[in-house]
């Protein structure tokens, strides 16, 4: 499988279940995000400096992902495809810090931010399906990589309509950071030269973490409605 081996809001409180790798990044994320922020602090100055607003930023950012998924990861170029979206997710950093620079926000640039990762998540994913339903050759990991963009938008899909009638869906084994990190550094080794069969234990790992979240979201969600009141 593979280049080298084929043809060319209020949330509540996490459950038990939640495994200690996702504990871990979010405490890991909490520790490198000031680090970050001064790196990209200038940046930040520059670009408002010059007039560019964070909703520039966040569509910029996606089309950038968006374009090198698509772009490279049908043709089995991972390394450098993950490499420039890697570059673009940062922008997540970037919009944000915009944002609270220029003391604004706004419920337009929540749904873009939102549905601007939507996009992008699904052309990572959909970039993959497209190599293996090519050059790739493998009907299995076609059906796995579609399980898996699916269960992933409908992980986030869960999320926003419990808010929208009024309850929270906070919990869950894998976000999106969770499952990022697990797809961009299993195509980026891979496409260094990683034998391929981690990309597709990837995979199968997002389609067991994806499932364990739509039931966790599943779960919370009937008890917050039970209990609430008719």
């Known amino acids: 499988m ?9 949330g509540t409180r996490p ?3 939640r495994l200690s790798f996702s504990r871990d990044a979010k405490v890991i994320g909490s520790q490198l995000r000031p680090v970050v922020g001064r790196i990209a602090d200038p940046l930040v100055n520059r670009l408002l400096a010059w007039g560019v607003t964070p909703n520039a930023v966040t ?3 996606t089309l950038g992902v968006t374009a090198a ?16 979206i890697s570059f673009f997710v940062l922008t ?5 810090a915009m944002a609270r620079k220029r003391g604004t926000s706004s419920r337009f640039g929540a749904w873009l931010d939102s549905t601007c990762d939507r996009l992008a998540d699904g052309a ?13 050759d493998d009907l299995v990991l076609v059906a796995l990589t579609l399980f898996v963009l699916v269960a992933t938008q409908l992980v ?36 260094f030269g990683v034998p391929d069969v981690l990309l597709d234990g990837a995979l199968w790992l997002l389609a067991l973490l994806t499932t364990i979240t739509l039931a966790q979201r599943l779960r919370e969600v009937h008890r917050q409605a039970g209990s609430a009141p008719a």
């Open 2 to 10: 593979g280049a080298a081996s084929r043809p060319v809001s209020e």
């Open 15 to 17: 459950g038990p279940s």
């Open 59 to 61: 569509a910029t950012g």
């Open 69 to 84: 998924a698509l772009g490279f990861f049908p043709r089995g170029s991972f390394l450098t495809g993950t490499l420039i």
């Open 92 to 96: 997540d950093t970037l919009d944000g």
């Open 124 to 136: 990572i994913f959909g970039g993959l399906l497209l190599w293996f339903a090519g050059d790739g």
């Open 156 to 191: 986030s899909y869960m999320k926003a309509r419990a808010e929208g009638i009024g309850l929270t869906c906070d919990v869950g084994i894998a976000e999106r950071p969770e499952r990022l990190i697990i797809v961009l550094v299993a195509t980026g080794l891979v496409g």
